[in-house]
Structure formats: structure tokens, C-alpha cells
């Protein structure tokens, strides 16, 4: 049979003049009322929206819901306005947050910021001198020593749970999601609790890295652990089939393939305990110089900088928070990004299969 | 073929174990078993230790550790170390945080899944997930100094209109809000949103397409769907996230802790008051100057809060569990 | 008993669908008389039922979906202005290849889950829930367990379940995509005969992979077929009894002798 290629219309989107104009009307007259209410009587802007424009919108458009569908149509029309004024509200806050770091942060960010440190800095020094280089390395030292021990053990804890046939292995995958649960304040407090308990541990970085600990690994076992499920059982068989022994075919051929898993499950961890503030003001002593020994002695981290200099009256210093806020911002963005990155690559997240598709 | 009027043994069972195929195997089976172990030796430690700790605070102070709601830190031999106060803010502020961010939470996942084109779709999970991945410590600090200022204006307001109603009542409306449960717990619910979004967008995009086509084959609209199929079967695992984000909320620290005017007394519901506390804030707030027997003190607060959040998860994982038939796994 | 409502003829004329840029069924010009059973075969992919979708409107659910064509119900365009989806779907039931009864509701719910979806009325529960049973010939199975969950059921119940909700909303058309791929001979020859005295009381659509499902429940037949890069569209369609057995072009003659498919 032959085809002449025509453009597809959707004929259900074939809308109906009046209903245009009034779903129109529905969502301007509230916004111009709205505006109109500020201007006049200077209302905060934001109670006018959850006061007049929201209500005002919802009657509206269950109005013209109710006049093209009856019932069901006002329903709808309610629910559609609900949820995007929520969303729309939820963004905004969210959104804030990012503004106010960007902006407030910007002012402070320079070469200067990032590379130096802040010894011979006060409250009130311009922000010509001094930075967070110190802080970033004391970060970087603190969370290095965590991930070295975490990741390890967070990966084979997920092996364990996805190649061995031990039946406590819910009692596992339930403890664990247990651990995740813990609050960071009282990880801090354990490993104070250590700390006060004797000699052999002092508050250092290396203290701060065991409080993290607890904390990366649940994100890493449980990351690492979807990413070995999604191998597909079959290539297990086929290696087994051939003869190797669990571990080789575990190593050479389930490894490799899960390979970008595993790494995302790394940057995710990382992404969590590089924020921590509150176990490390619990095990760790605050520097304004730069310390590369995490086993002895006082050491500036970029979530304590924020901490320490949250709270000041000085201009400059609020500045540097904001600053020292936009680093760790970006660091966060920057591990969260290659993760997704590296997840697409590798499809992390099972996308349900698109049933109406058919044949 | 003939019967035989001799019945054939029961058939024995053969025992058949995938086990370890050579040495090799024996080695990574012992050492990723060692390694699962250790989440049962984590919390086993931190557990023992805190006790530990906590155990002299614990047995000077009896019950009312919990229950009372004084703490004299002044003689260092005459403690009296009670976290009342505490904990009910941390419950309440939690649960101003919930109250807020589910139906946030749950209208922005619901506009995900079910309303925007693929496109905007996978643009908003992005965003929404890196949020979940923000630090509580820059929530706190644009908490601190972007929001207390526009929030204490909301309490003014919903003080003014609506403060006959007991909740919103306050003694003092002239000295402002800052401090109030009510903000704090505005700031918990912008910490939490995006991971009770994130988990009831997953949820969602993972229910059965062949229910929702089968609901809206029958004649259902948008609205009857959503309330009598959509949520109904998602429920188990929105409640889960929903229960996570408390558990997150509760142990939640440093986004509030500058925000919070921590104060003594019972703040009973009266959320626009500036009064109350919570426990993570209150344990950072006096261990710098604390002695050794006011330490002890704190770690049984903190021993109380893991038992809390430990709670917590267990019961949002019985619940997700329960709803799992229905999840496609 | 409640009185039903009369079976209406169903008609396609030149539907043609796209996915996106791609047009995958060309001009089908189909009519299915009322209280007749009409079933639509042919090989995978040639879209079947991507067309069984377009009789009641929930093809257009599709992100990418297009149409051409029209629909008439009784004479009427479903597509038109004087109809909308949810009208189309009470008039038009579909059930689908995979039970899919609502597992957070027990058998009952789920037979009036229907009438509660699109918001009408309920008049008697109790016997509208036991009419619709019957109708599926699944009441006795069930009588006695109304209140249990719906997924407790076999998958053969499940589906007559399925039909039964379906049912409740006393269809001028019930389209069957598949209906009995996903079961078991037993329940499949159960269905068939449910399908066959369903049809006098309404007009049924069916479409089947199994041919000889097609010559027992179906009194006519539309062959459809896609050759590769081209839209699918409709060879031949008659009476099933010609179809099958003097079959007017040799594509049909070859699928229904099994030469391939």
C-alpha cells in the first residue's frame, strides 16, 4: 500500500476558542486583581499571592473547569492550579537558596579566596586578604581519609549483598538503612565519646574523618548496591557457565560492568559527608592557617569556616561565610554533576518501560 | 508397565550449595562477609560507646532526663541535666517541617511525573536532586540571613489574622519571631522537601502504567485517579520517604541552630513563640564549655536521639516493606 | 435486572496514526456493527493495538501521538467537539492484555472503582457488583469473597475481574486488546465463551494473536499487516468465515495458513 507522508494533527488539541479565552481570563484576572490590590492598598506582595491570587485562581478556574466538564472538570481544574502553585512555591524557596549563595557568595569569590589562608586575618579585614585555601585542603585531607575507608567497605558490603545466598542478608540491608538514619550530631558525639575515653585519639582531622564514616558509608552500599544489581544476571551465569570461580567472575566480568555504578556510588558519599558540619565541630579544632597533618593538631574545613563565620557582626566575615558557602557549593554541584553524568552513561535509575508504546 | 504394590521411597533431597568454588572464593566470601558486618559493629559501637558515656548522666538523673526540663550546669557536682524541653521541640519542630514540606513534596512530584513533558521533567529531577544533596550548613546560613527576615513576617501576619486561634498565639508579638518553632520549622521543611520529593517521584514513575491506563480507560480524570489510584497505591512508599524526612529532621542540627532562640521551657504548640529548643542544637550549643560530667549530659541526649531516628527507620522500613507487592521491583 | 444500554456501531474512516514523525497505520476504514464481534489480527508490530486505541480515546495520551480521521460512535465523532475523552471511555470500555485490577481495593471496589472514577452515580451497589459478575461468568468463583483483595485471584480471574469492572460501566463497545495472552487455556476458553454472550448485548472489538481465537468468538475479521518502514494498514476484512477459509489476497491467505506471523 502506498503513503503520502501528512502531517499528523492531534485533533483532541483542536481547542475551542471560548475555552481559550476563558482559561486565559481564569489565570490574568487573578494576577492583574492581585496586582492591582498591592499597588493600591501596599500589601506584601507575598501575602497577597497566597491571599487573593491563589484563591481568586483556584475559583476561576474551577469555574471554567465546571463549565466545559461539569464536576469532574472543577476537580482537575482545582488540582492543576494546586500543584503548580505548590511546586511554583516549593522552586522559589529552593531556588532562594541557590540565588543568595551565587550573589552573596560572588562578592567574596577571587584567586585570592581560593589560595590563601586566613592567618593573619580578623574579623574586620577586607576581603582583599585572606580565603578559604586552607579550609579546602582541610577538606579535602578529611574527606580523603574517609572515603578511603568507606568506599572500600561500602562496595563490599553491597557485594555481599548481591552475590552472597547468606539468609541474614535482609538483617544486613535493614541494619544498614538503619545506620542511615543516624543523626551527624551523634556520629560527632561517638567519636568524642572515643576521644574522652582515653589517649590514644585526639581531636584531629583524622578524628573527624572516623565520625564521617558512619555517615558515607550507608550512601555508598546502597548506591554501589543498585548499581551491581543492574548487571544483568546473565553475564554472571555465562562466567560461572565457563567456569570460573565466584571471584573471577566477580572481578573480570560483574566489576568492570558496573564499573560507572560504583564510581557514581563514590561521588554520591562524597557529595553527603563533604557538607557534614556538626560531628566536626565535635572532633575537630577550627585553624585559621593551613595544616596538612590530619593526626595532630587544629584544621580548618569548609563547613566549619561556614560555621565559625556564620554568626559574626562583621560585614567582612559574613561575606567570607557567603563565599566559603559558594566554594562548597560548587564542589557539591560539581560531584553531584559528574555522577549524573556517569549514571546516563550507564542508566543508574531503571526507567520504567513506556507500556503505551504499543505494538 | 506392571504396578508394583511396593510404594517408591519418598524422594531424598539432595543438598545443593552455591558455595565457594575454590580458595579464592572462601577469601571473598569471608571478607565481604567481615565487611557487611560492619554496619552491625557501626551501630553496635556507637551504641555501646554513647551508654557508656551517657550511663553516670543517666543514673544521676533517672527519669526524669527525659521528662524534666531543667538544666542547672552551674555546680559542677549538683548537675541537674534534663532534655524535656528539648525533645519536644525537636518533635515539634520535625513535625512543622513535615506538615509543610509533604504536600509541597508531593504536588512537586505529582507535577513531575504526571504533568510535565519529558523534557522540563528530567531538567526538574536534576535540580531537584542536587538540592537533596545541599548541606544543611548553607541551608542554615541562607536560613539565617535571607529567610528569618521574610519568615518573621509571615508570623507577624499570621499572628495578626489568625492569632486567636492557641497555636498562634504569643504573649510578646512586638519582640518578633525570630526563633520560633514555627521558622524553624519552615527551615527543616527546606532541608527535607527535596528528599521526600525525590523518593514520591520515584515512587510514582514507577507505579504500573497498565493501573493508571486502566483507571483512565474506565473514564477516570485527573483528580479521581490521583486520590483513588495514584495515591492509594503509592502510599506505602510515601509514607516511608515521609518518615525519612522526619527521621532527618529530628537529627537535624546546624541548619537551625542560629536560627533557634533555645530557651528552657516547653514550647507546648505554641509555634510562633520564640521559646524552646532542639536536642542536636542544644548538645552543640553547650559541649564546647562542658565539663566532663555535663558531657556525659550530652551523650545520653545524643543516645536518646539515635534511639529516636533509629525507631523512626525501622518503622518506615516495616512500611515500605508492606506495600512492596505492589511495587514493580 | 437494570435495564442496559442498547449496543451502538462503531466505524473508522481513514484513521492514520503517527508516533512523532513516524506514521504507522495508514487509512483504516473499519465498521463494527452493533451486538457483532469483530476481531483484528495480524503480525506484531503492524499496530493493531495502537489502532484498538483509537477507538476510545487513549491513544491520545501519548506524548508524541497523532491522528487523522475520525471516529463515529452511532453516527458521532468521538474526536468531535460534542465529545470528550472521558465521555468516549464510559461509552467505549477496554480491557486490557495484563489484569490490571486495583490492587489497594478488594473485588468489590474494584467493580465499582469504575463508576467512582468518573464520578456518576451508584444505584444499587450491591447488585450492580453481582450483574457485572455474572455477566463475566465469574459470580460463583466470587460470591462468597467480595471483600477479599482483588490480586488474591488467579490471573484467569483476575482478567474476568478485569471484564467485570469494565462491565459496571454497561459499555455501548468493550474493546479487548489481547485479553487472554498473559492466561492459561482454561481461563482463555472461559473468556471466549463470556465474549460470545456478551455480544448481544454490546458491540465487541478483539484483538488477538491466535487465530483460532479469531474463528471462534469473532463473526468478522480484519487482517492487518506492515511491511517493513511502512504504516501498517488493513489487507482485508470480512466475515470471519471468509476470511479464514477463502481469503480474497494471498498476504491474508499466507498468514492464516501460517506462513508467517
Same mark, same amino acid.
Given at each position: ?33 492581585? $496586582? ?33 466538564? $461539569? ?289 | ?22 580458595? @579464592?572464593? +572462601? ?25 557508656? +558515656? ?13 521528662? &524534666? *526540663?531543667?538544666?542547672?550546669? @552551674? ?8 532534655? @524535656? ?31 510535565? *513533558? ?44 489568625? &492569632? ?44 504500573? +502504567?497498565?493501573?493508571? *491506563? ?13 486520590? +483513588? ?21 529530628? &537529627? ?68 515500605? *516493606? ?8 | ?126 447488585? =450492580? ?22 490480586? !488474591? =485471584? ?26 487472554? !495472552? ?80
Amino acid at each position: 500500500m502506498t503513503f503520502a507522508a501528512r502531517p499528523a494533527i492531534q485533533p483532541w488539541r483542536r481547542a475551542n476558542k471560548k475555552r481559550i479565552w476563558q482559561i486565559v481570563a481564569a489565570s490574568v484576572l487573578p494576577a492583574i486583581l492581585t $496586582g492591582a490590590l498591592v499597588l493600591l492598598t501596599g500589601i506584601d506582595p507575598a501575602l497577597a499571592t497566597v491571599v487573593v491570587f491563589l484563591p481568586s485562581q483556584l475559583v476561576l478556574a474551577s469555574l471554567v473547569g465546571f463549565s466545559a466538564y $461539569g464536576r469532574r472538570g472543577l476537580g482537575d481544574a482545582a488540582l492543576v492550579v494546586l500543584t503548580i502553585f505548590l511546586s511554583a512555591f516549593v522552586m522559589v524557596l529552593l531556588l532562594s537558596v541557590l540565588y543568595s549563595v551565587l550573589t552573596e557568595g560572588a562578592k567574596a569569590i577571587s584567586w585570592q579566596f581560593f589560595s590563601q589562608n586566613n592567618v593573619y586575618v580578623s574579623g574586620t579585614t577586607s576581603l582583599d586578604y585572606g580565603g578559604v585555601g586552607h579550609a579546602i585542603i582541610g577538606s579535602l585531607l578529611v574527606v580523603g581519609i574517609t572515603t578511603i575507608v568507606a568506599v572500600p567497605l561500602g562496595i563490599s558490603m553491597a557485594i555481599y549483598l548481591t552475590q552472597s545466598q547468606s539468609k541474614i542478608k535482609n538483617l544486613v540491608r535493614t541494619v544498614t538503612q538503619a545506620l542511615s538514619g543516624l543523626p551527624s550530631v551523634v556520629s560527632g558525639l561517638f567519636i568524642l565519646s572515643i576521644i574522652t575515653s582515653g589517649d590514644f585519639l585526639t581531636k584531629s582531622g583524622f578524628a573527624a574523618s572516623l565520625a564521617l564514616i558512619p555517615l558515607m558509608l550507608p550512601t555508598v552500599a546502597r548506591v554501589a548496591e543498585e548499581a551491581l544489581k543492574l548487571v544483568p544476571a546473565d553475564l554472571r551465569y555465562a562466567a560461572l557457565a565457563l567456569g570460573a570461580p565466584n571471584y573471577r567472575a566477580f572481578f573480570q566480568v560483574i566489576l568492570p560492568a558496573a564499573k560507572s555504578g560504583l564510581i557514581t556510588a563514590l561521588l554520591l558519599g562524597l557529595a553527603r559527608v563533604i557538607g557534614e558540619t556538626a560531628p566536626l565541630i565535635l572532633t575537630l579544632n577550627t585553624n585559621n592557617g593551613t595544616s596538612l597533618n590530619p593526626f595532630e593538631g587544629a584544621m580548618a574545613t569548609l563547613p566549619t569556616y561556614i560555621y565559625s563565620y556564620l554568626s559574626s557582626s562583621f560585614a567582612p566575615s559574613q561575606q567570607r561565610a557567603w563565599g566559603a558557602a559558594l566554594v562548597l557549593l560548587i564542589v557539591v554541584a560539581v560531584l553531584f554533576g559528574l555522577a549524573r553524568v556517569l549514571g546516563r552513561s550507564k542508566s543508574l535509575k531503571t526507567k520504567p518501560t513506556n507500556k503505551k508504546a504499543s505494538k | 508397565m506392571s504396578e508394583s504394590s511396593v510404594t517408591k521411597p519418598a524422594p531424598v533431597r539432595r543438598k545443593l550449595s552455591a558455595g565457594p568454588l575454590s580458595t @579464592g572464593d +572462601k577469601w571473598f566470601f569471608r571478607t565481604t562477609s567481615i565487611a557487611a558486618s560492619f554496619a552491625f559493629v557501626l551501630v553496635a559501637l556507637v551504641l555501646i560507646f554513647l551508654s557508656l +558515656k551517657a550511663l553516670p548522666a543517666l543514673q544521676n538523673q533517672g527519669i526524669d532526663f527525659i521528662f &524534666g *526540663n531543667v538544666w542547672d550546669a @552551674g555546680d559542677d557536682n549538683n548537675l541537674i541535666m534534663q532534655i @524535656g524541653p528539648m525533645l519536644w521541640g525537636s518533635l515539634l519542630i520535625a513535625l512543622i517541617g513535615v506538615l509543610i514540606a509533604t504536600p509541597m513534596a508531593i504536588s512537586m512530584a505529582y507535577l513531575i511525573v504526571f504533568m510535565l *513533558n519529558s523534557r522540563l521533567a528530567k531538567v526538574a529531577t536534576t535540580l531537584v536532586d542536587l538540592l537533596a544533596a545541599l548541606p544543611s550548613v548553607i541551608i542554615g546560613l541562607w536560613g539565617f540571613y535571607v529567610f528569618t527576615p521574610v519568615a518573621d513576617q509571615w508570623a507577624s501576619i499570621l499572628n495578626k489574622y489568625l &492569632g486567636w486561634i492557641p497555636i498562634f498565639q504569643v504573649e510578646n508579638p512586638e519582640y518578633g519571631f525570630r526563633g520560633s518553632p514555627f521558622i524553624a520549622g519552615w527551615i527543616v521543611a527546606v532541608m527535607i522537601v527535596p528528599i521526600i520529593t525525590s523518593i514520591t517521584r520515584e515512587i510514582f514513575s514507577q507505579l504500573d +502504567k497498565d493501573l493508571i *491506563n486502566g483507571a483512565l480507560a474506565l473514564g477516570g480524570s485527573r483528580l479521581s485517579v490521583f486520590r +483513588k489510584v495514584i495515591l492509594p497505591t503509592a502510599s506505602g512508599g510515601v509514607v516511608g520517604g515521609v518518615l525519612l524526612g522526619l527521621g532527618r529532621a529530628i &537529627g537535624e542540627t546546624v541548619a537551625i541552630f542560629y536560627v533557634l532562640q533555645i530557651s528552657f521551657d516547653i514550647n507546648l504548640g505554641q509555634v510562633l513563640e520564640t521559646r524552646g529548643g532542639a536536642v542536636a542544637s542544644w548538645i552543640l550549643a553547650r559541649f564546647g564549655e562542658a565539663t566532663a560530667n555535663e558531657q556525659s549530659g550530652l551523650m545520653a541526649a545524643g543516645l536518646v536521639l539515635f534511639i529516636i531516628t533509629l525507631i523512626i527507620n525501622s518503622i518506615a522500613n516495616v512500611i515500605v *516493606n508492606r506495600a512492596q507487592p505492589w511495587r514493580k521491583d | 435486572m437494570s435495564s442496559l444500554s442498547t449496543a451502538s456501531t462503531l466505524s473508522s474512516e481513514d484513521i492514520s496514526v503517527w508516533f512523532g514523525e513516524r506514521q504507522v497505520l495508514s487509512d483504516v476504514n473499519l465498521t463494527f456493527p452493533a451486538n457483532k464481534v469483530t476481531a483484528l489480527i495480524g503480525p506484531s508490530g503492524c499496530g493493531k493495538s495502537t489502532f484498538l486505541r483509537t477507538l476510545n480515546r487513549m491513544h491520545e495520551l501519548i506524548p508524541s501521538a497523532g491522528l487523522s480521521g475520525s471516529v463515529f460512535l452511532d453516527g458521532e465523532d468521538i474526536y468531535g467537539e460534542d465529545f470528550d475523552a472521558v465521555t468516549v471511555r464510559i461509552k467505549i470500555g477496554m480491557v486490557f492484555q495484563k489484569p490490571n485490577p486495583f490492587p489497594t481495593m478488594s473485588i468489590k471496589d474494584n467493580i465499582l472503582s469504575g463508576l467512582r472514577l468518573s464520578g456518576r452515580k451508584i444505584g444499587n451497589a450491591e447488585e =450492580l457488583v453481582e450483574t457485572s459478575l455474572r455477566r463475566a461468568s465469574i459470580w460463583n468463583e466470587v460470591k462468597d469473597r467480595l471483600n477479599d483483595q482483588a490480586i !488474591s =485471584l488467579s490471573g484467569g480471574q483476575q482478567q474476568r475481574l478485569c471484564i467485570a469492572r469494565s462491565l459496571a460501566m454497561d459499555p455501548e463497545v468493550l474493546l479487548m486488546d489481547e485479553p487472554c !495472552s498473559a492466561l492459561d487455556p482454561g481461563s482463555t476458553r472461559r473468556i471466549e465463551e463470556t465474549i460470545k454472550e456478551l455480544s448481544s448485548s454490546m458491540t465487541i472489538v478483539i484483538v488477538t494473536h491466535n487465530m483460532q481465537q479469531a474463528q471462534r468468538v469473532s463473526d468478522q475479521t480484519a487482517f492487518f499487516l506492515a511491511d517493513d518502514n511502512t504504516p501498517g494498514g488493513v489487507v482485508e476484512f470480512g466475515a470471519t468465515e471468509q476470511i479464514f477459509n477463502g481469503p480474497i489476497d494471498q498476504r491474508t491467505n499466507d498468514y492464516v495458513n501460517g506462513h508467517f506471523g
